[in-house]
């Protein structure tokens, strides 16, 4: 095999193991014939030089004639080696340096730590000796995809305490016809410089790492050797173009495209297409192709009925497999909604005033693989280049493409810092007029959003925007955010530790009329506040970190001020262009939709109409809206890695649900599998819950009772303090185990309204549970529940270990944690061995208070309820207390296996749902679901096609045992 490796004199060597190394270490097998080759000389590259080109990272720019030969050499089918980061113009950062798009990868770069091979890479790797070296290696590496059409395998397994693996060697087959056949091998490096390094927004402390690419690890040249192997040129390669995800009426032709690279004619090739679903074969012939020839062959098929087909395309010469292609068709049925629920985000920086051919070429293969519509991110320094001077090449481009192709388009302007990371998201330089400024008197990197420059050219800029394109009829939404309102603005959003950028004039000024005219602060509680002695306003500072107490309300100010900034935006967006104005503004939904809160945005959703009658500000939850939705965060792009999102917005019927675009790589099979699943169950929706729970559910407290009450059986609520209304739909309403978080955010609201709302609901007939550090007594009262309800007279002493033995109508047994003894009038439930009250119930109304002495801490009755260890929550007190109550799981019963799981239903029809974090080996487990009316003796997994056997019960209840696996999501219909 003929290797081309690149050595200049003009190109520095970044990483440890350099083409000197290479080529050492090639010299030493016959079966390689390395050379160097120089950039200049990269202009003449072709196939009938070299097999291989291989790019060592090093610091250095490539003409455009040497970058253009290099995908013409990639187009001939010739193969690459990428061994560090793909080329780019200067600095890596911006991201519209890398060549990525030009040749049809996606790049991101993340911590990684390596565990271990995948069963891809051990196909290729295996045997590697001394891998063990490497396992538990910490760095920072480059990760890239193929685009859609490509096949992108992951071959080292690697965990960096997220909730995804990240890619960082990868194998890459080009399926796209423009590369059909070319190869390319990746192993992702940059040293690990942080791109506020990069870019210069802020002198990051670093150290270099070279990762993999270093020449102590023993392993790297064995790793090496066997990749290249793999980017042995073929001589054939196949391809099935078929679209991914289509409705059943869309069924159309199967197109096979063959492509000889050989450079010689090949007769006597047999081609043979089958569908694994059906095991049929329905193609088979044997061609001929001269040297460089192509054939596409359409073949005329029949509809395929809804459900997933499996394609597979042999080629072989003399029962020698040449290529091999497997492709999986989902279509869906006719009856699926059809609104706009299934998109992608582009965070993507052109290099020019063109929108590139390689941008539509990677969003077609999105909207082929079932996406409806895109969120394409304008870099504000593109539209506004310089001040009050607008350019609108791009926007205008970005119309015609989406009209062309029929699909509908947001744009997205994402104003934060300087070197976000969201492709050219943050701010243009010009802006930062007045930047803020770091504790040390560094200039940061963020305007000033109360700077009266910045705010004059940004909602200039959003006038001039929504006035353009206000009758554009591919334009679905314009998405304007201020400052960073997922994270109130700071740099803290991106780099560690929180208080880089805090101060300016003009901010110190603006959060001293917050703290008097917002909050009615006078100098004496401003100086209890810092804990300092101020004589004059003039004197109080912007706080740092070192002050937690007026840091936290300093965060307040910053969720505030970017609060009025969208107040703005919204009113500019009303003015000038109403029917492009998001519901959920700003419209970008939420950047976790898997997060424990999604379920607030359900709720939030039902009620709407009812929570207008309320002050905004006491029901104002950001992202919420009749049409909410969101996007998984910062994931790589395959299925398993997609599915809490996925399982979020169809548990809990989000309008819509968007994948992260070409930033954050991108699986095309993935894609499609997301986008059938998606989108045939979209719109359903689940039977109105009975039980409801406030409380803090983040994701490390997985004993506190909102993990609990959206997996038990029972269909619950998890509300927050914005939630107002008849709270009386409900059976059971549990109050937060504390009136706030550990960090001092309350929980519960402070205003009278909110507990006179939830007093009526309880006269008629809700039952509240009360919880003790939610109703202990303080001065001065931090809520008005003990008042409002007439409590005063509750007390809770002794808190101790405790041991109560539950009444028969609670589900018998007992249970030991520690719990505090209640004393108040009622009817005890529940008391120790003692006779201590532990649970009181005191009529309300037509409803109760049920005064408990327990909580959700781990020490207490239920004890250290684990998500991923606890089996069961079978005998858990909020299973006990729907016992009691009579609420009865009523679409499904799993024993009240720990794991997510619920019934959904809508015009396409019935689904149950359910994810696991059991950290368990796979098991078998046997659901029971109600079903209206069954459509077979099966349910079907909508993710694989697997079919699992369906028993009758009896009064259209029926029971299936499915497979349970950690982080792998079940999505089967039953009718």
């Known amino acids: ?78 193969s690459l080696f990428f061994l560090g980061d793909i080329p780019h113009k200067d600095s890596w950062y911006p991201y519209r340096n890398v060549y990525s798009f030009e040749l049809h990868m996606t790049r991101a770069n993340d911590p990684i730590r390596i565990t271990g091979i995948t069963e891809a890479g051990r196909e290729i790797f295996a045997p590697l000796d001394d891998f063990r070296e490497i396992e538990g290696l910490e760095c920072v590496a480059i990760r890239t995809t193929g685009f859609p059409d490509d096949i992108t395998q992951n071959l080292i397994r690697n965990d960096n305490g997220d909730a995804w693996e990240r890619n960082c060697v990868v194998t890459i087959q080009r399926k796209d016809p423009r590369f059909l056949g070319g190869r390319v091998v990746h192993i992702g490096f940059n040293g690990g410089e942080p791109r506020e390094v990069a870019c210069g927004a802020y002198p990051l402390e670093w150290s270099y790492n070279p990762g993999l690419l270093n020449r102590k690890w023993k392993v790297l040249p064995s790793m090496i050797l066997k990749l290249l192997k793999w980017l042995t040129p073929v001589e054939i390669e196949g391809a099935i173009r078929v679209p991914a995800v289509h409705l059943e009426s869309e069924s159309s032709p199967i197109t096979i495209e063959l492509r000889n690279i050989s450079g010689i004619h090949l007769e006597e090739i047999e081609v043979l297409l089958e569908n694994t679903s059906s095991h049929k074969t329905v193609f088979r012939d044997i061609v001929s192709l001269p040297a460089e020839g192509r054939l596409l062959r359409d073949i005329p098929l029949p509809p395929r009925k809804p459900g997933i087909h499996k394609w597979n395309l042999s080629v072989r010469k003399r029962s020698q497999i040449l290529s091999f292609h497997e492709k999986s068709e989902f279509v869906l049925e006719e009856r699926t909604s059809r609104h706009p629920g299934f998109g992608a985000s582009t965070y993507h920086a052109f290099k020019t005033r063109r929108v590139s051919e390689e941008y539509k070429t990677f969003v077609r293969g999105l909207l082929d693989r079932g996406v409806q519509f895109i969120r394409a991110n304008l870099p504000w ?111 803290h959003y991106y780099v560690n530790p929180p208080d880089y950028f805090d101060y300016s004039p003009i901010e110190r000024k603006e959060f001293v009329r917050y703290l008097t005219k917002e909050l009615n602060f006078d100098l004496h509680k401003i100086n209890a506040l810092f804990q300092r002695t101020f004589l004059t306003f003039d004197e109080i500072p912007v706080p740092t970190p070192d002050s937690p107490q007026a ?45 424990l809160e999604t379920a607030w945005y359900d709720v939030k959703k039902r009620h709407f109409q009812e929570e207008k009658k309320f002050h905004p500000s006491k029901v104002y939850l950001h992202n919420a809206g009749r049409k909410w939705g969101g996007e998984a965060w910062q994931v790589g792009g395959t299925y398993k890695e997609l599915d809490q999102a996925l399982f979020g917005s169809l548990r809990f019927n989000a309008y819509y649900n968007t994948i992260p675009g070409p930033d954050l790589n991108v699986f095309g099979e993935e894609v499609a599998r997301i986008g059938y699943i998606r989108r045939s169950i979209m719109g359903a929706q689940r039977r109105h819950p009975e039980i409801a729970v406030l409380g803090e559910g983040r994701w490390n407290t997985p004993n506190k009772l909102p993990h609990v009450a959206l997996r038990i059986d029972e269909t619950a609520d998890y509300l927050c303090k914005k939630h107002r209304f008849d ?57 008005f529940l003990r008042q409002i309800f007439k409590i005063e007279d509750v007390q809770y002493d002794d808190y101790s270990l405790k041991t109560v033995r539950f009444p028969d109508s609670f589900g018998g047994g007992q249970a030991t944690g520690n ?22 119930k005191r009529p309300f109304g037509k409803g109760n208070l049920l005064l408990a002495g327990y909580d959700d801490s781990s020490d207490s009755l239920d004890g250290n309820i684990h998500n991923e260890s606890c089996l069961s929550l079978k005998h858990h007190s909020l299973v006990r207390m729907a016992q009691y109550l009579k609420i009865q799981p009523r679409d499904f019963t799993s024993e009240q296996l720990n794991i997510f799981k619920d019934v959904v239903r809508g015009s396409s029809g019935e689904f149950f749902l359910a994810l696991s974090f059991l950290k368990t080996q796979p098991f078998f487990h046997t659901f029971k679901v109600r079903i209206d009316q069954p459509r077979a003796d099966f349910v079907e997994d909508l993710a694989t096609g697997e079919r699992y056997a369906l028993m009758e019960e009896g009064e259209q209840w029926f029971s299936f045992s499915v497979p349970i696996v950690s982080g792998k999501g079940l999505y089967l219909r039953l009718s």
């Open 1 to 78: 095999m003929k290797v081309a490796i690149l050595k200049d004199p003009a190109f520095q060597p970044v990483a440890e193991y350099t083409a000197d190394d290479l080529m050492q270490l090639l010299e030493k097998h016959p079966e390689f014939s390395p050379v160097f080759i120089r950039h200049h000389e990269l202009e003449n590259l072709s196939r009938t030089h070299t097999d291989v080109l291989a790019l060592p990272y090093s610091k250095g720019n490539f003409s455009h004639e040497a970058l253009r030969a290099i995908i013409r050499f990639h187009e001939e089918g010739g």
């Open 381 to 491: 320094e593109d539209i506004e280049p310089e001040p009050g001077r607008y350019d609108w090449a791009i926007p205008d481009q970005l119309i015609s493409f989406a009209e062309s192709e029929n699909f509908s388009i947001s744009f997205w302007l994402f104003p934060t810092a300087f070197g976000s990371g969201l492709a050219e998201a943050g701010v243009p330089r010009w802006t930062l007029k007045e930047p803020a400024i770091d504790k040390f008197g560094r200039p940061g990197n963020f305007p000033t959003i109360w700077s009266p420059f910045y705010r004059q050219h940004y909602f200039g800029m959003v006038c001039q925007l929504a006035m353009r394109y206000a009758n554009e009829k591919a334009l679905d939404l314009l998405i304007i955010d201020f400052g960073n309102s997922d994270f109130p603005y700071s740099y």
């Open 551 to 595: 840091w936290s309300v300093y965060l307040g100010f910053r969720e505030w001020s970017v609060g009025q900034g969208m107040r703005e935006i919204r009113r500019i967006l009303l003015k000038y262009a109403p029917n492009k104005t998001p519901e959920d503004i700003p419209g970008h939904g939420l950047g976790s939709i898997s997060d």
């Open 727 to 783: 709270f009386s739909c409900y059976r059971l309403l549990a109050l937060p185990s504390s009136d706030t978080t550990e960090s001092g955010v309350p929980l519960l609201p402070e205003d009278e309204e909110y507990y006179w709302l939830l007093r009526e609901s309880v006269e008629k007939g809700l039952n509240l549970l009360i919880f003790p550090h939610s109703c202990l007594p303080t001065n001065p009262p931090r809520t």
């Open 819 to 840: 719990a505090f003894t209640v004393k108040s009038e009622g009817i005890v439930l529940w008391k120790d061995l003692s006779g201590r009250p532990v649970l009181v």
